[in-house]
């Protein structure tokens, strides 16, 4: 009986899982990249530790503001971004930065269709998060319905 409850609960917990799930994205504006991070629902990423790393090297640490964004200055080449929100979120991206030669508006575009045919491939719960919610908010409520109807179900038994 025990096992039967605690695995019902574990599984309403796993629910839950992607609620906390970091998303990060880079993007070039001119000389300068700007990084932004946030959690499942689009809460910033307040104050998260970010660390950029070029060939295992790490370059700069510095951290998000209270909007979850980081802009800065790097030269042109590849760069490993790492932010750390905390509670074990962490993520990582790899992000070329380009020199600019009089193109910027143009590698500026490919930069975030880039990066926003990434959002649609590696997180579609961004494009229905509200269903997702409603979706989330039910499969719980039944959940809970079953676990206090299996309990029920026994003590009527007895």
Known sequence: ????????????????????????????????????????????????????????????????????????????GEYEIEIYGGAGHAKKINFKVENLGGNSQNLQRQNLDQNSSEILQNSPELENSSNQNLLNFALSLAIIFAIFGALYAIKKRK
């Open 1 to 76: 009986m025990k096992r039967l409850v605690f695995a019902l609960f574990a599984l309403g917990l796993a629910n839950t899982a992607p609620a906390h799930s970091l998303k990060v994205f880079a993007s070039q504006d001119g000389e300068n990249v700007r990084i932004k991070s946030f959690f499942y629902g689009n809460s910033p990423c307040q104050n998260c530790d970010v660390k950029i790393s070029q060939n295992g090297a790490v370059l700069l640490e510095a951290k998000t503001d209270k909007t979850g964004v980081l802009s800065l200055n790097l030269g042109a």
